[in-house]
């Protein structure tokens, strides 16, 4: 990464940081990524520099882990990941059960605070809302 990489996306981080704390409280990673919580659902931010002028901001936000590795929960993440979400689902199966996550990476150079939070609260509250529906369909609600 060159000096000029790392202060493209510092500011970016930066610019994030700001969007973000309109909302929840942010913890600065000693790599410079951002970490918070929406409700339950733990959340990550980095920025990387693909080319000059094409910067992007990665979200990812850790759903649900160790639900039952059932069939139906699996579709059930499955056919909401193809209901347009902001974001692509992810479900790892670990000895423990099933972890689900959600990752939504977008070009946010030049994205002034408040539309960079509307984007970014988009994502988050979906997965929370995910969480939510996820949750209640292992413990045999849905």
Do not use: I, K
């Not at 910067?55 to 209901?83: F, H, I, K, M, Y």
């Amino acid at each position: 990464m060159t000096d000029e990489d790392a202060e493209v996306t510092a500011r970016l981080l930066t610019s994030a940081r700001t969007a973000l704390e309109l909302f929840h409280e942010v913890h600065v990673d000693d790599d410079g990524a951002l970490s918070f919580r929406h409700g339950d659902v733990p959340c990550a931010v980095q920025a990387m520099r693909l080319a000059e002028g094409l910067t992007v901001l990665s979200l990812t936000c850790v759903v649900a882990w160790d639900l039952p590795n059932s069939p139906d929960l699996a579709s059930s993440a499955a056919e909401r990941a193809g209901q347009g979400l902001f974001g692509t689902l992810g479900v790892v199966h670990t000895d423990r059960g099933m972890d689900v996550t959600l990752r939504y990476a977008f070009p946010a150079e030049g994205l002034d605070p408040e539309p960079l939070s509307t984007l970014l609260m988009l994502v988050v509250s979906t997965a929370s809302q995910l969480r939510g529906e996820l949750l209640a369909r292992a413990e045999g609600g849905a």
